[in-house]
């Protein structure tokens, strides 16, 4: 199947992580000019874009100057923005063990994670889509958490964040699509398995997965298909919508 995204400039966030890697490969294996960022392994974000033939910025989650840097180079680059992928995370629980519960959390922490997971997201959506619109196509994809709709003790301040964002997307295709073939998705993963986790993924009981109908985790490149797929000029209709992609938890 063709997708469409030959030719188009893709940002994906948080591209050195354990799903922003495998997103960013999908989407130059389908021709994509690929610009992924980076907060601080810069060298493997370096080596990603050349591997890519792509560009690496580095992005700060919640920083409106870095946002802006971000959209400028891109611009300099290729002279357009046609995806935007959400994926850079602020992970920060609020350690009900160590603290005795959310409400104790030290709000530096609390406030930082609920902050910058979503006024970050929203912030460098906002500085991409007025040239969506100018362009008349577009696609973003915010990736979440199944923690925002499942919860976990420890995840309170994470899931409000990416529970606002689905809220956020939700209106915005309405927006957005009144704009042209604009179309706006959040992916919500489950636990999956990953480069960057199996010192959790691989000692899990085998009662945790019972609890998943496929009776596995997920892949990171199994999160990737469907994220690129949304991105892509193939979905022509899937806007405003919230997808788990989690195994069928």
Same mark, same amino acid.
């Given at each position: ?12 966030? +948080? ?21 992924? %960022?980076?907060?601080?392994? *810069?060298?493997?974000? *370096? ?11 580095? &992005? ?33 629980? $609020? ?6 519960? &959310?409400?104790? %959390? ?47 003790? +420890? ?8 529970? $606002? ?7 915005? $295709? &309405?927006?957005?699509?009144?704009? +042209? ?10 636990? %999956? ?13 085998? *009662? ?20 690129? &797929? ?16 989690? +195994?069928?938890?």
């Amino acid at each position: 199947m063709d997708l469409g995204l030959n030719g188009r400039t893709v940002i994906v966030t +948080g591209a050195t992580g354990g799903l922003g890697e495998p997103i960013a490969r999908r989407f130059a294996a389908e021709g994509a000019d690929v610009v992924v %960022t980076y907060h601080d392994a *810069a060298d493997a974000a *370096a080596k990603l874009a050349a591997d890519l033939g792509g560009r690496a910025f580095r &992005f700060e989650l919640g920083d409106p100057a870095s946002a802006r840097d971000l959209v400028e180079g891109v611009l300099a680059w290729t002279g357009r923005v046609d995806v935007l992928v959400n994926n850079a995370v602020r992970w920060g629980s $609020a350690e009900p063990d160590r603290t005795g519960g &959310f409400e104790n %959390t030290p709000d530096d922490l609390w406030l930082r994670v609920l902050r910058d997971n979503i006024e970050g997201a929203v912030a460098l959506t906002r500085l991409v889509t007025p040239h969506m619109r100018e362009r008349g196509w577009g696609r973003l994809v915010h990736v979440s958490s199944s923690i925002a709709s499942h919860g976990m003790a +420890g995840g309170e301040f994470y899931g409000a964040a990416k529970a $606002a964002l689905s809220g956020f997307n939700r209106s915005a $295709a &309405f927006s957005l699509g009144r704009s +042209g073939d604009i179309l706006t998705n959040v992916v919500s993963p489950g636990l %999956t398995r990953t480069r960057n986790n199996t010192h959790i993924t691989d000692t899990l009981p085998e *009662a945790y997965l019972d609890t998943i109908p496929l009776v596995r985790l997920l892949t990171a490149e199994e999160i990737a298909a469907p994220v690129v &797929f949304l991105a892509s000029a193939a979905n022509t209709g899937i806007t405003g919508q919230v997808i788990a992609v989690d +195994g069928g938890v």
